[in-house]
Structure formats: C-alpha cells, structure tokens
C-alpha cells in the first residue's frame, strides 16, 4: 500500500474535457484500483421536467447532451407515444422516415467526433484533423434541414417540426457520397496501421461475461460480443423497414470498439440513403393535443447505446415523472473493470473508450489535490499515451531496418 | 415456452398483478421481499438484460420499476415494488447479484431515500457532498 500512487483524472476528463473526476489507484505502471465520481454537472432535470407541459418537456431533455441531442427527445417523445398507442399508431409515415433520418446523421457526427478525439489521443492528430473535416458536411447537412448545427428542435410528440425539403436531399445525398470514401479511408488507417492495431489490441479488454454484470449498452456491449442494439430489437421510426446490420466484435478491447463505431457509420449511411429513396408525401404531424393517464417507455439506440425514458402521466399537461438513463450511466461504471489491470499509459484511452458522455449529470466544483500525492493531470496522461504510441513507432522501424 | 410463461410459473402467486399495455410493455407486480428472489431469476436464469430502476414517490407509498430488457424479443419487463413505509424507506439492494444495479440503487437512495439493505458501496453518486442529510430531492414533501 505504501507505494500505491493516486492519479486524478478530472473533473475534467482529458480527452472529452467533460465533468467527470476519475482517481486511479497504480502500482508501478499498474492500475489498480479506480474510483469514479460522477455528479459535476448535475442539473436535476428529472424534477425539472415535472414542472412543464409535455411539449417543453421535449425541449428540455433536448438539451441534456449536445452530442446525442435528438437521443433525448425521440426517446422522451417515444415514451409519450407508448402511452397513445404506440409511434406507428400515432405518428404519419413521413414522420417515421425523417425521425430516423435524423436520428442517422446524428450517430455519423457523434461517432466522427469520437474517432478524432481517440486519434489525437493516440498522437495520430491527423486522424483529428480528417474525422472533424469529415464530420462539418454532416452537421452542414442538419444546418439545412433543421435551422441548427445542434439541438435540432425536431422531435414533437405525433411527429416532427420540420420537413425535409425536395432540394435539400440531392444535397444530402451528395454530402453521403462523399462521406463514403473518408470512412472507408478510416476503416483502412485503422486496421492496417500496425502501429495503431499494436496501441488499440488488448488496451482496456472488457470481457464478455463483464459487459453482461455491468449491463452495458451500445458500441461498448457490441465490441464485447453483445449482440443487443435497439433499432433492430424494438425497431422504432423506420429502422425495420430498411436493410442494414449489427455490427458485432468479440475482442471487447479498445480496437474492437473502434471497429464497431467506423463499421457502424457506413450502416447509418445504408439506412439514410434508403430513407431518402423511400419516404413518401404527406403530413409531417398528428396534432396531437393531450396525454392521456397512463405510464409509458421509450427506447433509442444513440450513438452510444439504450437510451431509456420513462414517463407517468396522470392526465394533467405534466408528467408526474420523467426518469432518465443516457446510455453512459451503464457504460461508465464498466471503466471500474476494464481499466483496472492495464497499464496508466493505457488508462486515459480506455476510460474514453466507451465515449463517455457526462452532460446528462454534473455540478461544477474545484477538487483541492492531494497535496502529499505525486499528481499527474490529464494532459500528462495524454502525453503519456502519445509517448506510448511513438515508441511503438520506433520500435517497428528498428526492427524493419 | 416463452419468457412470459417461465416468470408467471416460477413466481406463481408472488405476482400481485400482471399487466400489458401493449405486446413488448409488461408491468408485474412483486412484494418488496421478492425482489432479490425476482431479480435474481430474471437476470441470472433468463438471461434477461437490466436496463435500469425507475423510483418515483406516490401520495401512499415510495415506488420502484425494475426494467429488464429481453434483447431477443424486444419485451421490456418492469417489475413493480411498493414500499409504503415513507418514515424508513428500506428494501433488499440487488447488487449483489450484478454489479450494473450499483449506481442506480446509490441515485435512488440518495434522491428518494429508499435505504438498499446489502448494498456494498451506498454512497452519494450525483449530490454535492454539502447537500444537507435527510433532504431527498425527488420527494414531493422534502420534510416528510
């Protein structure tokens, strides 16, 4: 115990600068032992929404996280539509197919952003550089559509606010084109790249049996050999009426997640481009005026798994409780397990591995240090992992010469 | 047989009332008692997925919804539990069984008050650690 060093990660997290304070236990180069502490930004938005009407309430749960911003609200208006029978029975056809749209576009930017962030993490900031290059056409994309880059206003209950207009998808279908080949070109630097695959391979391994004890969701499970993903599972908009498919890996490692997200960025262009072909005209919106008593659950697959809202109604204007689980709440206390036993270089990449996503919980404070600990701080823990990285470089041209 | 048939045979009469509002929406009722028991058979035998807890205060009781997801079928299962007891809130922690329960039961008690017996880390997971002891922000009557 006497040599154990503490290593504080946080409140904000090196790599995704989100309120999130991790304490690493490391003997050595060894993690340990890992406390996480959670609640920076805890903004209490359960209660919150008890005191709207059921309309603002979509609004507000729009603005729990600014990544997987329509997440929140197709999963709240889901749940609302549980209560009225059901999205199909309440919701037109041109509606299901714009939903999920949407829904796609939002999972392209949301994984791009986490591609460029593990890059530069890695030291491979031209990965940076290309996957945020790639990621402006689509959030230009929501630009058009929706009046915003994010926070898109577009889920109601019974439908959404806007249409998609006839000029705007040859743009859209231009903008997929072009997408196509960037993700195939980050499918190849990936796995091809030795010196990516030695850095990735066995970093961070959650093992099958721990991804089912920790009830994981999302690209997080589906690297471990979890085959769950919501859109097929209890299919929601339009995601059963085209073809694509769950992308699954075994490995549960650092690697297989990344596989899992750029392979799953190619099905979200799949599922868009036949949306495009197929939506049909007609009403955007069922006018839907009041919520019957009753309790009802939405579920999404956002980017980073099972979005879960639950809603009581007792026949007011307001729910008499909204619960909320972001899919990260399942996934981040999986890091307990999956970075306990690595190295600390490897540390900070895995804890960002599962894209942990903290809007959903926090209150901003200042952690005094402990003063008699040594202390490293995120940034040394990037430079760590990017040390990591070129000495694995050199390594390898050592060896080719 | 499927899912639906295995838990109303194996729970019999522990079932208070069983209930669907739609094919993949069934609500079921359990005694407080029961729930390490129910959760236990719906995790480990089934093989069903814990999604989360939903715990919420009504006017005569402190309520929690245990969701449980069968990946397979797309049925979303919510176990229901009532604990009218509102002065000392306590029920059987089902960490112990999977450790995924551990930060929804610590959310619940520090934000209802609900006391998990068996819990083995019960500590705030979101309050500030200034935030007064025995003020439960989610129920409606913070001094009750």
Known sequence: MSHKVIVPIGPYHPLQEEPEFFQLYVDGERVVDIDIIIGYNHRGIEQLAETKHFDQVAFLVERICGICSSSHPYAYVLAVEDILGGEREVVPERALYIRTIIDELQRLHSHLLWLGLAGHFIGYNTVWMWAWKYREPVLDCFEMITGNRQNYAMFKIGGVRRDIKDEDIPVLKKALDELVPAIEMFRGAVMDDPVIKMRLKEAGTLTKQQAIDWCVVGPTARASGINIDIRRDEPYGVTDRVNW?????NDGDVFAKT????????ESVHIIRQCLEKMP??????DIKDVPPGEGIGRVEAPRGECFHYIRSDGTNRPVRLKIRAPSFMNVASDKVAAVGGTISDAALT???VDPCYCCTARLAVIDKPSNKKIMNGWDLVKLSQEKTEKLKQGLSDTGK | MDIKDKIREKLGAKIINWQ????RRIYFEVKKEDIFETAKFLFKDLGLRFSIASGMENPASLEIL?????DN??????????????KNPAIDSITPIFVGAEWIEREIWEMLGINFIGHPNLKRLLLAEDWPQGQYPLRHNHES
């Open chain 2, 73 to 86: 079928t797309g049925e979303f299962y919510s176990v229901r539990v009532h604990i009218e007891d509102k």
């Open chain 2, 66 to 70: 245990y969701h449980f997801s069968n």
């Open chain 1, 281 to 286: 005209k007609g009403k955007i919106d069922a």
């Open chain 1, 259 to 266: 596989i899992v997200r750029i392979l799953e960025m190619n």
């Open chain 2, 20 to 23: 669907e509002n739609s094919p």
């Open chain 1, 351 to 353: 804890l960002a591995a």
């Open chain 1, 245 to 249: 498919s769950v992308i699954i890996e």
